[in-house]
């Protein structure tokens, strides 16, 4: 399936997920869940299964506040263990392999003067995005709520003297890049635009892997700093490459997805898609 198609699929399975928050507490059934899509069980049985690669039955319990408590502790049992070892090795197998470099202080104080950006819409799993780069790397992942032209305007503000011109063409090919379901995943590397600080704690989430959630005082730790768990969801909030710097495997200490960017939906999408790629792949 490409990406055109797992985004029409999305935007049924958003509203799924929406519906399945809302009404969690009733634990719905699937026919209860296919009804608030206007689908039948087997139409939504047949597109879940294609955009996840797995039952909504099986959706429902990688979204249950259980599994994320699992998964905290898994990783804080990995983090009691070794930094080193926590965040690396046969997990990572499956994922994206990305690196990154921070803008150079002249850069950011001429606000990306000399900067040639070029950007164009490309479809996701996760539904349409404003995807932009530079010589060195992506600079700009953006997911579109409502419309794309305010996702552009906030790409001129951020790189208000760059040189920035529309190439979908380019854009459409990346995002297959970055999204393919491919064991043989390519390699992207990444443009950061931040403080020192934002980008030790967007490094720290680049290096965990797709098994993993982690609580913002596990994030804290993750880069020395214990006491800076308020600062990390302060960085988190700035991080404009969605996805690449995965700021959707933050939780809540108490196993609750927690506020997003782009929508809770499209972040408890994100966690569920990754367990259930890493489960079909293993």
């Not at 070794?82 to 392999?97: A, E, F, P």
Request: charged share 20%.
């Amino acid at each position: 399936m490409d990406n055109f198609e797992s985004h029409r699929h999305y935007q049924v399975v958003e509203k799924a997920i929406q519906f399945i928050n809302t009404n969690f507490d009733k634990q719905p059934t699937l026919l209860d869940i296919a009804g608030s899509v206007h689908m039948s069980e087997h139409h939504l049985q047949r597109v879940f299964s294609q955009w996840a690669g797995i039952s909504p039955k099986r959706f429902l319990q990688f979204i249950t506040k259980q599994a994320a408590l699992d998964a905290l502790q898994n990783t804080n049992n990995l983090l009691d263990a070794s930094h080193s070892i926590g965040l690396s090795g046969s997990g990572r197998l499956h994922d994206l392999l990305v690196t990154c470099e921070g803008m150079t202080p002249g850069e950011l104080k001429g606000g990306g003067e000399g900067v040639m950006i070029q950007y164009g819409v490309c479809s996701t799993p996760f539904g349409e995005a404003i995807l932009a780069w530079t010589l060195r790397g992506v600079c700009y992942l953006q997911f579109i709520k409502d419309k794309q032209q305010p996702v552009i305007d906030e790409l001129y503000r951020q790189w208000p003297n760059a040189s920035i011109t529309p190439n979908r063409e380019e854009a459409v090919q990346m995002g297959n890049g970055i999204f393919s379901s491919s064991i043989e995943r390519g390699k992207i590397h990444l443009l950061l635009k931040g403080t020192n600080f934002q980008i030790k704690v967007w490094e720290a989430l680049i290096n965990t892997h797709s098994s993993q959630q982690l609580s913002y005082s596990q994030v804290s730790q993750l880069i020395d700093s214990p006491k800076s768990a308020r600062a990390v969801g302060t960085a988190l909030a700035n991080n404009t490459i969605g996805y690449l710097i995965p700021c959707h495997r933050v939780i809540k200490n108490n196993g609750e997805i927690g506020n997003y960017r782009w929508g809770i939906e499209r972040k408890t999408a994100m966690l569920a898609w990754e367990r259930a790629s890493l489960e079909e792949s293993s």
